[in-house]
């Protein structure tokens, strides 16, 4: 394409040729070619404008920033006023728009967004409907997996896979939209057909400062409904019982809105009644309209009720027809790192991993557990580096308060020293009086001494981490997985109580 063709009625000035050809756009010089557009945004660590030397030398054509800076008289030089919203638009524009070729369901909110994505997935699965999905865990779609870096990508790798999508023969998007996406322009001009709106707790006030300026962010999805090109109609599929949700009602959104709630009393589009909690799965009465549909999930507690419902919403306004919903629903398996069971075979105790890392998400996962708990609920968990400081002792608190005993630890430290993030957390546990907690920084042997310690009838829940695979340490990533330590230990552990059987001896524990 021409320049010249990919700008646009915005605030740009241009020195240079406007007719150079643009083969291919990019914000890493290190993926620049001969003839592409290297956009210099600004990241978390360092500066694109750093990069402009290394993007010429490797053919950029073309160099877009929000200042005037030195650029060498070959390369055409466009300097916008907002570098994060040009480079969205002009990823439309050189993509030929691909949002409008899809039915586009976009997941907001503190928690659940990735467990309705999944959920979502597997009924349109099973009503034969190739869907893709962009989220924390991965970007997935007809067999194939990209892994992500951030759960809402950049406008620019957003466009790119969303055309990959469409030319594949994809109709239908699943997206988790963080509240950064949002705030720094990563989904501007995207035009979402359905947006849901999960619920709202402390998180990222590092970023955002406070409770209110996170809502903002959130509530950004809601009011680009109805704006754009396509003319199908729109939905807000919103928690009736959220704070923040019942917030977001009173709000003016282009959108027809749709409500779901667990409470008996509300007047709702989507409730679920009879409630039954096991630890193998949930069931419960949907309530649609005139419809009356037992459901059952493979999924524990009453959160994830919450996501159920969310999930049969986006589907039955997607067009799914409400018998392959129930369907699909049962069949929705184990989400990566969402109280995933990791196999403790003949130990007689079970033991489950999980992402949260946020007050009402660890406070969720325990409720749901102790619902479901015979005996003991030993808890492994650690806070981030470099987030939020204000949420760390109020997660000790809960942590001490819902467990029978804690191992504190470390979780992603960052640059932090993860000493001082376990006396934030500290503070919180001070204030119950309660002394059931050990610090073990190596979250290795944290795991390891949970899983020594758990007996017939106990729970072990290793939080914080979920499904990633590495631990952030200074600026570097170790490899590193809950699921793979936990199999580890459980594996020795089976080992030594199958010689002990064998020796007519009592267990050994290391």
């Given at each position: 394409m021409i320049l010249e063709e990919l700008l646009f009625d915005?605030?740009?000035?241009?020195?240079?040729?406007?007719?150079?050809?643009?083969?291919?756009?990019?914000?890493?010089?290190?993926?620049?070619?001969?003839?592409?557009?290297?956009?210099?945004?600004?990241?978390?660590?360092?500066?694109g404008v750093k990069y402009i030397d290394e993007a010429i030398e490797k053919g950029a054509s073309v160099i877009i920033t929000d200042s005037k800076c030195s650029v060498d008289n070959i390369t055409t030089h466009v300097v916008v006023e907002d570098v994060f919203r040009f480079m969205s638009i002009f990823s439309a524009k050189f993509y030929n728009y691909p949002d409008r070729e899809l039915t586009i369901v976009g997941v907001t909110g503190t928690n659940g967004k990735t467990t309705i994505t999944y959920m979502a997935e597997s009924i349109f699965s099973n009503f034969d409907v190739d869907c893709g999905v962009v989220g924390t865990i991965n970007c997935r779609y007809k067999g194939k997996v990209i892994e992500l870096t951030n759960t809402t990508p950049q406008s620019l790798d957003i466009y790119r896979i969303m055309r990959h999508m469409v030319d594949d023969g994809v109709k239908y998007l699943l997206m988790e939209v963080s509240s950064h996406a949002l705030e720094l322009g990563r989904v501007y001009g995207i035009e979402f057909d359905i947006a849901v709106f999960t619920n709202l707790t402390r998180e990222h006030l590092d970023f955002h400062k406070n409770i209110e300026s996170y809502f903002e962010a959130k509530s950004i999805l809601f009011k680009g409904l109805g704006v754009g090109k396509k003319k199908n109609k729109k939905y807000a599929i919103i928690n009736a019982d959220d704070k923040f949700g019942k917030k977001l009602l009173k709000m003016s959104i282009g959108a027809e809105v749709k409500t779901y709630s667990t409470l008996e009393k509300k007047s709702v589009d989507f409730k679920a009644e009879n409630i039954e909690l096991t630890s193998n799965g949930s069931e419960f009465d949907l309530f649609f309209g005139s419809i009356l549909k037992r459901i059952s999930i493979n999924h524990i507690g009453i959160y994830n009720i919450y996501n159920a419902l969310a999930a049969i919403a986006v589907a039955i306004y997607s067009g799914v027809i409400f018998a392959k919903v129930a369907e699909g629903l049962n069949e929705s398996k184990q989400i990566p790192g969402r109280l995933e069971r990791v196999d403790a075979k003949e130990l007689g105790f079970k033991v489950f991993v999980d992402y949260a890392h946020t007050v009402n998400a660890l406070t969720n996962v325990m409720q749901a557990l102790k619902m479901v708990a015979t005996k003991r609920i030993i808890t492994v968990f650690g806070c981030g580096g470099d987030r939020d400081r204000t949420k760390r002792p109020l997660m000790g608190m809960k942590s001490v308060v819902m467990s029978d005993f804690v191992f504190l630890t470390s979780d992603n430290p960052r640059t932090e020293n993860p000493n001082q993030i376990v006396l934030d957390i500290e503070v919180g546990i001070k204030k119950t009086n309660k002394n059931n907690y050990k610090v073990i920084l190596d979250r290795e042997i944290a795991v390891k001494e949970a899983i020594t310690m758990a007996e017939k009838g106990d729970i072990v829940l290793i939080a914080g981490k979920g499904h990633e695979k590495y631990q952030v340490v200074g600026s570097k990533k170790v490899s590193f997985s809950d699921v793979k330590i936990a199999k580890k230990y459980l594996v020795s552990r089976e080992k030594r109580k199958t010689i002990s059987k064998k020796n007519c001896q009592k267990e050994f524990i290391f």
């Amino acid at each position: 394409m021409i320049l010249e063709e990919l700008l646009f009625d915005e605030n740009v000035a241009v020195f240079g040729n406007k007719g150079v050809e643009v083969l291919g756009v990019s914000y890493d010089s290190r993926t620049i070619k001969k003839n592409f557009a290297f956009i210099a945004i600004h990241g978390h660590n360092t500066d694109g404008v750093k990069y402009i030397d290394e993007a010429i030398e490797k053919g950029a054509s073309v160099i877009i920033t929000d200042s005037k800076c030195s650029v060498d008289n070959i390369t055409t030089h466009v300097v916008v006023e907002d570098v994060f919203r040009f480079m969205s638009i002009f990823s439309a524009k050189f993509y030929n728009y691909p949002d409008r070729e899809l039915t586009i369901v976009g997941v907001t909110g503190t928690n659940g967004k990735t467990t309705i994505t999944y959920m979502a997935e597997s009924i349109f699965s099973n009503f034969d409907v190739d869907c893709g999905v962009v989220g924390t865990i991965n970007c997935r779609y007809k067999g194939k997996v990209i892994e992500l870096t951030n759960t809402t990508p950049q406008s620019l790798d957003i466009y790119r896979i969303m055309r990959h999508m469409v030319d594949d023969g994809v109709k239908y998007l699943l997206m988790e939209v963080s509240s950064h996406a949002l705030e720094l322009g990563r989904v501007y001009g995207i035009e979402f057909d359905i947006a849901v709106f999960t619920n709202l707790t402390r998180e990222h006030l590092d970023f955002h400062k406070n409770i209110e300026s996170y809502f903002e962010a959130k509530s950004i999805l809601f009011k680009g409904l109805g704006v754009g090109k396509k003319k199908n109609k729109k939905y807000a599929i919103i928690n009736a019982d959220d704070k923040f949700g019942k917030k977001l009602l009173k709000m003016s959104i282009g959108a027809e809105v749709k409500t779901y709630s667990t409470l008996e009393k509300k007047s709702v589009d989507f409730k679920a009644e009879n409630i039954e909690l096991t630890s193998n799965g949930s069931e419960f009465d949907l309530f649609f309209g005139s419809i009356l549909k037992r459901i059952s999930i493979n999924h524990i507690g009453i959160y994830n009720i919450y996501n159920a419902l969310a999930a049969i919403a986006v589907a039955i306004y997607s067009g799914v027809i409400f018998a392959k919903v129930a369907e699909g629903l049962n069949e929705s398996k184990q989400i990566p790192g969402r109280l995933e069971r990791v196999d403790a075979k003949e130990l007689g105790f079970k033991v489950f991993v999980d992402y949260a890392h946020t007050v009402n998400a660890l406070t969720n996962v325990m409720q749901a557990l102790k619902m479901v708990a015979t005996k003991r609920i030993i808890t492994v968990f650690g806070c981030g580096g470099d987030r939020d400081r204000t949420k760390r002792p109020l997660m000790g608190m809960k942590s001490v308060v819902m467990s029978d005993f804690v191992f504190l630890t470390s979780d992603n430290p960052r640059t932090e020293n993860p000493n001082q993030i376990v006396l934030d957390i500290e503070v919180g546990i001070k204030k119950t009086n309660k002394n059931n907690y050990k610090v073990i920084l190596d979250r290795e042997i944290a795991v390891k001494e949970a899983i020594t310690m758990a007996e017939k009838g106990d729970i072990v829940l290793i939080a914080g981490k979920g499904h990633e695979k590495y631990q952030v340490v200074g600026s570097k990533k170790v490899s590193f997985s809950d699921v793979k330590i936990a199999k580890k230990y459980l594996v020795s552990r089976e080992k030594r109580k199958t010689i002990s059987k064998k020796n007519c001896q009592k267990e050994f524990i290391f």
